[in-house]
């Protein structure tokens, strides 16, 4: 994921703000990741450059 789709993304249990933790990228694509919301302290993982924003509650 490009870190530029922070301005849009938001968390979709309380559509707070998301922050960025990237642990592995490949030029200014994030591959692996956390995308955390200071709200409602949910954590969202990054996935081979794919955000997974479902609920926890809707995960597998």
Do not use: N
Request: aromatic share 2%; hydrophobic share 30%.
């Amino acid at each position: 994921m490009k870190p530029d789709l922070l301005e849009i993304l938001r968390c979709p249990v309380c559509r707070g703000e998301l922050q960025l933790t990237a642990t592995r990228t490949e030029g200014d694509e994030v591959l692996q990741g956390t995308l955390r919301c200071d709200a409602c302290h949910v954590d969202y993982p990054i996935d081979d450059g794919i955000p997974d924003l479902l609920p926890p509650d809707e995960r597998d």
